[in-house]
């Protein structure tokens, strides 16, 4: 095998109801975050953050950092059923929608997760 050539697919998370475990009938597909589009924005991120000198650094700045790189990860979407972002039941995947998705915890949360599971993304594609 080339070493070279070993990259990451896309994985599809269900988000799924934080209580009961049930779809919410959003299906979100997410590159790695070591994938070239995550890590240019992770990259103007601590670029900005180096500009700005010591002690710079907030919570909520911290926070608006991570959405970000959440945001970065999220490729595209389907919503099925009766799922909407704040009424619209077909939202486009722009970065003030994926920032509105995010803006929920227990969505984030999963999201955060599933990236987190670096193997997820090196099992081998259907169409590979």
């Known amino acids: 095998m080339d070493l070279l050539t070993l ?8 988000l799924k ?11 979100v597909e997410l590159r790695s975050l070591e994938s ?6 992770e990259r103007q991120l601590k670029n900005k953050a180096l500009k700005g000198g010591r002690n710079t650094v907030t919570a909520e700045k911290i926070d608006d950092n991570t959405i970000a790189l959440l945001s970065a990860a999220i490729v595209s979407w389907a919503f099925s059923g009766d799922a909407n972002l ?13 920032r509105k998705l995010l803006a929920v915890p227990a969505l984030a949360k999963q999201i955060d997760v599933a990236l987190g599971d670096e193997a997820a993304f090196f099992v081998p594609s259907e169409t590979a």
Request: charged share 25%; net charge negative; with cysteine.
């Open 7 to 14: 990259q990451p697919n896309t994985i599809t998370l269900d």
């Open 17 to 27: 109801h934080p209580a009961t475990g049930e779809n919410l009938g959003v299906s």
């Open 36 to 41: 070239d589009e995550v890590k240019a924005v």
């Open 86 to 98: 704040g009424g619209d039941k077909k939202p486009a995947c722009t970065e003030a929608n994926k």
